[in-house]
Antibody, heavy 118, light 110 residues
Framework: QMQLQESGPGLVKPSETLSLTCTVS??????????WDWIRQPPGKGLEWIGS???????YYNPSLKTRVTISADTSKNQLSLKLSSVTAADTAVYYC??????????WGPGTLVTVSS | QSALTQPPSASGSPGQSVTISCTGV?????????VSWYQQHPGKAPKLMIY???KRPSGVPDRFSGSKSGSTASLTVSGLQAEDEADYYC??????????FGGGTKLTVL
């Protein structure tokens, strides 16, 4: 049974960099044809795709965030990483990692709330 | 690119059918068959209900079905049950390695 678990600071100061890790168990992030997504949801609002990393290491970002986002993978630890720089209050959200194949995210982590505040 | 357009709310009585629409444009939803639908209960992670417009993952009841016509995709829930009350989001490939969510629809079972 595969599981995903997001982790990282729950509070980040404005202008700093948000850093989250997604630990995957029960499935290799190097498995062919799978993407690994980061998706966020501001409190009381809808979902927003942040970006994805393909099993090959290729990355794809939401155009509205691409100047601030970096997604990477550590295959030795079976972990994914999300970094979002120059955060503001608008970046306050629950952040999810998910496994997907051609846009179908079939396994999600429980999400982690990150609040941007001084 | 803008988010896909969904009605903010929908409702139906137990046993009835309800359809939720998701509208894009010809360059995104209208041009690709990579449309999926997610169900989200309060405080929980989204759950995949439909993928590639019409396909159901294992374990999803056949009361849930998807379709697409032009730039509008639809999710139909037949035989509504109390546990179907949730938020529903559509999701589509937007071209140029970009993915788009709809704004979400709150489904109420009366």
């Amino acid at each position: 049974q595969m599981q995903l678990q997001e982790s990282g600071p729950g509070l980040v100061k404005p202008s700093e960099t948000l850093s989250l890790t997604c630990t995957v168990s029960g499935f290799s992030i190097s498995s062919s044809n799978y993407y690994w997504d980061w998706i966020r949801q501001p409190p009381g609002k809808g979902l927003e795709w942040i970006g994805s990393i393909y099993y090959s290491g290729s990355t794809y970002y939401n155009p509205s965030l691409k100047t601030r986002v970096t997604i990477s993978a550590d295959t030795s630890k079976n972990q994914l990483s999300l970094k979002l720089s120059s955060v503001t209050a608008a970046d306050t959200a629950v952040y999810y990692c998910a496994r997907s194949i051609v846009g179908s995210s079939d396994n999600w982590g429980p999400g982690t709330l990150v609040t941007v505040s001084s | 690119q803008s988010a896909l357009t969904q009605p903010p709310s929908a409702s139906g009585s137990p046993g009835q059918s309800v359809t939720i629409s998701c509208t894009g444009v010809s360059s995104d939803l209208g041009n690709y068959n990579y449309v999926s639908w997610y169900q989200q209960h309060p405080g929980k992670a989204p759950k995949l209900m439909i993928y590639e417009v019409t396909k159901r993952p294992s374990g999803v009841p056949d009361r849930f079905s998807g379709s697409k016509s032009g730039s509008t995709a639809s999710l139909t829930v037949s035989g509504l049950q109390a546990e179907d009350e949730a938020d529903y989001y559509c999701y589509s490939y937007g071209g140029s390695n970009n993915w788009l969510f709809g704004g979400g629809t709150k489904l109420t079972v009366l």
